[in-house]
């Protein structure tokens, strides 16, 4: 029953961490209406609960597989009361700053919930169940929605204090329904950021979710003041709007993942990064009213399936440093939130125009669609590699002229040469003497003309020992037809 409770649990309690998370930015025209905040601080008011979101995520989810989900979620919200508390109480500038970083949080709890739910499934099911956590990026969603409304109502101040009793509540419910036996993990933290730090996919992962995930959070603490100052909607209005984006890049999360479980999750991020590019070129032109939601949407949609994909990757490729790779990886999709809203801001300074800015997210978006096509065309190779090194045949190829381009280690075991002593030579080196001439030729003239040949040959080891090979010889062409190597596959057949 515990373990069946789960996901949804951990789900709403993501749903209650990102709720938490945003209340600065969803209620900053109602704040701003109360507290004296410079323009060129405003940025760093909405953004700043980021940087703490984004850095815990690697403790967090850390100490998600030495402690459990229970005990952290636990946790974290009690810590989540003092600064909510204090906010309400905000009378400047600064204390909306030194309470928004701890509100941060709320975000970093994020990386609980994906270091712990795929222990309690199949490797199959780990992007669909990943992506279902995903939904609780709502979170976001229901807070810019609600708290405007709310707030138009009774006021700002006692619409944060609200948040007081969700947290109690989620307190309460990880206290009497969170896995007290869930399974742990207890590498030594350091153990695991020095297994995984030269990964190159690690960084590559991280600069994907950056952007995917970055998008999302940056959209969410940008979209309302924008809409409000740029377009002159009503508060409440640009508060549906903003979410609206959050319900599309939310629902498409779990769609990412359950594409991922189904089909190459590489393949699935070419196309991400693809909309995602024309998209943000669309938004750089600053069109009508019509035409930016469009942007924005599809923006929402290319970073809800890449959220989902990602998550699919990082457990696939980093199984037992789950934890601290969810974390790094993580943490950057948090930073990725902070860096756009406060770029857009000096920009806007600068020029007078968001134009700049945001075709400067759309190049970085084309550079991920390259990486995203080198990695999988990396991955292709090294699968090609596994299978030559690891098959029990052993190997050679030649180019044309004859001379010895590369062997496996089955060539080595089987014929005692090692890689160093053939390349560059000719095959006969193996020759055991007791085929003909004509045996030769008529060995080679197949291969010309039928493109293969394939029967028994005595060969000669290193040692001088001589024994029976089954042989096969493939003919590789180009385009044109013409043979531009062979490839000599063979096994040991002595004692058949």
Request: proline share 4%; with cysteine; glycine share 10%.
């Amino acid at each position: 029953m515990i373990k069946k409770v789960q996901l949804p649990l951990q789900t709403l309690n993501l749903i209650t961490g990102f709720m938490v998370w945003v209340i600065i930015s969803s209620l900053m025209p109602f704040i701003s209406e109360d507290i004296s905040i410079p323009p060129g601080r405003l940025a760093m008011v909405t953004a700043i609960p980021v940087v703490l979101g984004s850095i815990l995520r690697i403790p967090l989810g850390y100490y998600a597989n030495i402690l459990g989900a229970r005990i952290i979620f636990m946790s974290s919200f009690i810590l989540l009361l003092f600064p909510v508390y204090f906010i309400s109480e905000a009378s400047t500038v600064t204390h909306l700053i030194i309470g928004g970083l701890f509100l941060g949080i709320g975000g970093a709890v994020f990386s609980v919930g994906v270091t712990s739910l795929p222990k309690y499934f199949p490797k199959d099911k780990h992007g669909l169940v990943n992506g279902i956590y995903g939904i609780g990026n709502i979170g976001t969603a229901v807070t810019t929605f609600s708290a405007p409304m709310v707030a138009a109502q009774i006021g700002w101040a006692p619409a944060v204090k609200m948040y007081l009793i969700l947290l109690l509540v989620f307190i309460a419910l990880n206290f009497f329904f969170g896995d007290r036996h869930e399974p742990k993990l207890k590498t030594p933290i350091i153990e695991q950021i020095k297994g995984v730090s030269k990964n190159e996919k690690l960084w590559l992962f991280s600069l994907f979710y950056f952007i995917t995930f970055g998008s999302f959070v940056a959209f969410t603490i940008y979209l309302p003041n924008f809409l409000v100052s740029n377009f002159g909607l009503e508060k409440v209005d640009a508060g549906m709007r903003t979410a609206g984006f959050i319900a599309v890049a939310t629902f498409f999360r779990p769609v990412g993942g359950w594409l991922a479980d189904k089909f190459q999750p590489l393949f699935l991020l070419t196309g991400t990064f693809s909309i995602y590019t024309i998209a943000a070129i669309i938004l750089a032109f600053m069109p009508d009213m019509g035409l930016y939601t469009a942007g924005c949407l599809a923006i929402a949609f290319s970073a809800g399936i890449g959220n989902g994909v990602i998550f699919k990757l990082v457990p696939l490729y980093f199984n037992k440093q789950a934890g601290v790779a969810n974390g790094i990886v993580s943490m950057m999709g948090g930073l990725g939130g902070f860096f756009p809203p406060i770029m857009l801001s000096v920009i806007y300074s600068v020029t007078g125009q968001y134009s700049i800015g945001f075709m400067l997210l759309s190049q970085v978006a084309l550079a991920s669609l390259v990486l995203v096509v080198w990695l999988y065309f990396q991955d292709r190779l090294a699968l090609t590699s596994e299978v030559f090194n690891s098959t029990g045949q052993g190997i050679l190829v030649t180019d044309v002229s004859g001379l010895i381009k590369t062997v496996n280690p089955a060539f080595t075991k089987l014929t005692g040469y090692t890689e160093d002593e053939v390349l560059g030579r000719q095959p006969s080196i193996l020759k055991s003497g007791r085929q003909s001439k004509e045996f030769y030729r008529v060995m080679w003239g197949e291969v010309r003309d039928k493109g293969m040949w394939q029967g028994e040959i005595w060969n000669r080891r290193k040692n001088g020992e001589e024994y029976l090979q089954w042989l096969n010889i493939s003919a590789v062409k180009d385009d044109t037809g013409e043979d531009v190597r062979y490839v000599g596959t063979f096994s040991d057949i002595t004692q058949k």
